[in-house]
């Protein structure tokens, strides 16, 4: 099978930034909304700079952004991608790739209408986050969705030529069995974490499976 494309999110330290940074990740995350993986923009400017060139491309997680907030982090982070991970509107959406000449990607949780919803926001967007759908939450929770509905969330996103991430609950002991349906990408955040922190160990169990798996396909 093709190597699916894999995004490491929630990065909240150098230290993080510097882990996932020399690994084979093709997009690294920075969440600039409230929670306990929030950074801050300046910070982020920082790491970057103290830690180029890297290959990967820089990923930011807002939450029902406003612009300001956007500009903020724009001036700080040359991000690649914007990533709207709130229950931003279709029509708010469309404000916000008006107002910035970027790459967006939406988030969708797992539910009945999310592929109608990737049809409803395909001319705005250049590509969604699946996620697992938790009360009270947006995401980074550990927790997975029934993959059986990814092949679903494939087809629609091939048919509208956008790229298709999978996340929510991905780690070591259960990508092989995500990449058996064979996701167009894979984005996870506490799937190698230990204490709060990017674990060297778990991410490079992670690669290793991924590329046997791919390998062996």
């Known amino acids: 099978m093709q190597k699916p494309l894999l995004k490491l999110c929630g990065n909240r330290s150098y230290e993080d930034f510097l882990l996932t940074s020399q690994s084979p990740a093709d997009y690294l995350g920075f969440i600039f909304a409230k929670g306990k993986r929030q950074v801050q923009p300046q910070e982020v400017k920082e790491w970057i700079g103290r830690h180029i060139p890297f290959s990967q491309k820089i990923v930011g997680v807002f939450v029902n952004p406003t612009n300001e907030e956007i500009a903020e982090v724009l001036n700080a982070v040359p991000l690649d991608v914007i990533q709207l991970h709130g229950n931003e509107s279709i029509e708010r959406v469309e404000e916000l790739t008006a107002a910035f000449d970027s790459c967006f990607w939406k988030a969708l949780h797992h539910q009945a209408d999310t592929v109608s919803k990737m049809s409803a926001y395909a001319p705005f967007v250049d590509g969604y986050i699946i996620d697992t759908l938790i009360k009270g939450e947006w995401g980074g929770t550990g927790e ?74």
């Not at 955040?189 to 490079?204: H, M, P, R, V, Y």
């Open 144 to 217: 997975t969705f029934d993959w059986m509905s990814v092949p679903s969330y494939k087809k629609m996103a091939q048919k509208l030529n956008k790229i298709c991430f999978i996340a929510g609950g991905i780690d070591a002991d259960n990508v092989s069995n995500l990449l058996d349906l064979h996701p167009a990408g894979v984005d996870l955040s506490s799937g190698i974490e230990q204490n709060e922190k990017k674990d060297s160990a778990k991410l490079q169990l992670l690669i290793e499976r991924m590329n046997k798996h791919v390998s062996i396909s």
